[in-house]
């Protein structure tokens, strides 16, 4: 800032230089703030209404039980053990790319009342929308996975491999979270419409199916099986059951055989490529 | 550029995929006016407000609003402005307060500071004692207020209000224009677009009316109004079949072709000695035994001048 001398600075003048050389640590700590004040929003949503989450969680309990209980006994486990210890992992990565569709839901809302554009007329971080986005719904999968474990514990599931492997699984699953995030912005900056979700479900459903979560990708026809092999969930539930020390389906395939490579390998090449689009699409809104 | 101009406009161009929806629009609004912008639906309206409000980044032309470039300086623009669209842009879930509080701080006041501002606005905007409710329980009306509201946590030079009536019941609308009303008092500079003429007249000095685009016609509403001629002689007959013989009294009398409106049996035509015209239409309808329910003499509505500038077939009743 060299712009003390002039004694008789044009409010102009102050005001473009206070736009265009504020200072980069100031900058970076108002998208930070701002990016708190938005998580803070989503955590105040909770507070009003619990009953959601109270919901949300109980979903998740109910396929704990329906699989674990109901179909559960129809499903051989690999070396006999106990089906819901082999579940559990699985529906720790489905309740993850669950969390797409509440990322979905969240985004497309606020474009759609006009929060989106409220928010880009002001001086605020364009960066913080999305901070806060992602902060928020990590934090709110971070709980619904602590739920989730709370309810494995409860039916019978146990980690086997101690502390460090214990939370390198959970790691790994969180990272899954993390790049269906942008997975999710990337949709919803792109489609714009709350009521394409249901289209979005139609698409997660068979994502979620079409993996190692229930049954065996040996056990499915060929080319079927391959592409369950490579879906990104079942690399992290490979992972998580490995890391675990929760029985798995094992495999011959270099993927099956690479599990927790691939479960860091996935997450990253799905941020690298969405990361990048959702922040595009962002920019793209103003065209 | 002048400086008392707090929108300054010239040349602006936007064209999506399919059509141009601004083709060299200009503007001009004196700081401390509010200045209408009306047209019908997908005259370009929303995206001139989306440009002046940093959203949109026009093809060409140039753009300043409260003296600074939208397209190079838009940072700065936006600590200047405040923006209503055509939703209410808040949060459903939090409540009223909450709302405001988060706003403010994401226009980077103190903690306290936010929480002082949004008390002041919720009794401004009659809102103190729902503040704690969430929004999702308002009226349409309350939602706008508080929308207003929010879009006047930075006391901004120049505010947009994008049709901020549409959707509103009569009284929210009067709710709505009380607000901004008791702004314009206090000097702030409104940019507001509306299809409803009655918005237009009731709260701006002067009007644009946008048509494709671009302007088509512009002054105060007055001035609009007398485009089209000056008053106006309505007679509302009693029996449908008299419809037709009272036109043609009128039209013998009248500057121009009346115009008859058979729902409303009515037959309303241009005038220029009003009370003379008047006197002469009474004493021929009565000679020639033509019961009459209502004889006016009237400005011509905006609704009328509006028409006859964006060639719009007539297809509201009134």
New interface residues.
């Given amino acids: 800032m060299s712009g003390s001398r002039e004694a008789t600075v044009l409010t102009t003048t102050v005001d473009e230089r206070r736009a265009t050389e504020r200072p980069q640590a100031q900058q970076l700590k108002w998208a930070l703030a701002d990016g708190w004040t938005i998580t803070l929003r989503d955590l105040k949503h909770w507070a009003a209404q619990p009953w959601q989450i109270v919901f949300g969680l109980l979903f998740s309990v109910m396929l704990v039980l329906m699989f674990g209980y109901l179909f559960g006994g129809a499903i051989e486990v690999p070396g006999g053990g106990n089906y819901r210890e082999f579940l559990l992992p699985g529906m720790f990565a489905l309740t993850m790319l669950f969390g797409l569709e509440a990322t979905y839901t969240a985004v497309t809302t606020d474009a759609d009342r006009g929060v989106t554009d409220r928010f880009r007329a002001m001086p605020m971080a364009g960066s913080a929308v999305v901070m806060g986005r992602a902060s928020a719904d990590m934090l709110n999968s971070m709980l619904t996975l602590a739920a989730m474990v709370a309810c494995g514990l409860a039916v019978g599931w146990r980690w086997h491999e101690g502390v460090g492997a214990t939370l390198a699984a959970f790691g790994l699953l969180l990272l899954l979270r993390f790049a269906l995030l942008w997975l999710g912005i990337w949709l919803a900056l792109v489609l714009r419409s709350p009521e394409a979700l249901m289209a979005l479900q139609i698409l997660v459903w068979p994502l979620g199916f079409l993996s190692n979560v229930y049954v065996a990708p040996q056990t499915m026809p060929g080319w079927l099986g391959t592409l369950a092999e490579w879906n990104p969930l079942s690399a992290t539930v490979a992972a998580a059951r490995e890391l675990f020390g929760n029985p798995g389906w094992g495999g011959d395939s270099w993927v099956a055989q690479h599990s927790i490579l691939m479960a860091f390998l996935w997450p990253a090449v799905l941020t690298a490529v969405f990361f990048p689009l959702s922040v595009r699409a962002y920019r793209r809104l103003s065209r | 550029m002048a400086s008392d101009l707090a929108v300054h406009v010239t040349g602006l161009r936007k064209r999506y995929r399919d059509k141009p929806a601004l083709d060299g629009f200009d503007l001009d609004v004196p700081a401390g006016t509010v200045h209408g912008l009306l047209g019908p639906n997908g005259a370009g309206k929303t995206t001139a407000v ?1 440009v002046l ?5 026009a093809d060409g032309g140039k753009a300043f609003v409260a ?2 470039d939208v397209a190079r ?1 838009p ?2 623009v ?2 200047r ?1 405040g ?1 209503v ?10 409540g009223g307060r ?1 709302n405001l509080v ?2 403010g ?4 006041l103190g903690k306290r500071e936010a929480g002082r501002r949004a008390d002041h606005l919720l009794e401004r905007f009659g809102l103190a004692d729902a503040g704690g409710k ?1 929004v999702k329980q308002y009226s349409g009306g309350m939602r706008r207020r508080l929308d207003l509201a ?1 879009s006047l946590i930075l006391r901004p030079a120049v505010l947009f209000l994008d049709e901020p009536t549409s959707g509103l019941d009569p009284r929210g609308r009067n709710e709505v224009w009380a607000a901004v009303r008791a702004l314009v008092a206090d000097g702030t500079t409104v940019l507001l677009t509306t299809q409803y003429l009655d918005e237009a007249d009731q709260l701006a000095s002067r009007i644009s009316v946008l048509d494709h685009g671009r302007v088509v016609a512009g002054g105060t509403p007055d001035e609009l109004k007398s485009r089209i001629g000056g008053d106006r002689i309505d007679v509302i007959v009693r029996a449908d079949a008299d419809l037709v013989a009272a036109a043609a009294v009128v039209k013998g009398i009248a500057e121009g072709e009346p115009e008859i409106d058979p729902d409303n049996r009515r037959v309303s035509a241009p005038v220029r000695d009003r009370v003379a015209a008047l006197t002469e239409v009474v004493r021929v309808l009565d000679t020639r035994g033509i019961a009459v329910e209502d004889i006016a003499l009237r400005r011509p509505t905006l609704d009328e001048v509006f028409l006859r500038l964006t060639e719009v077939p007539d297809e509201r009743e009134s």
């Fill in positions: 989306r409000a940093t959203l949109l980044r003296g600074y300086q940072a700065v936006r600590e402005i923006l669209g055509q939703h209410a842009a808040v949060d459903e879930v939090l909450d988060m706003f701080r994401l226009f980077h969430p929010a």
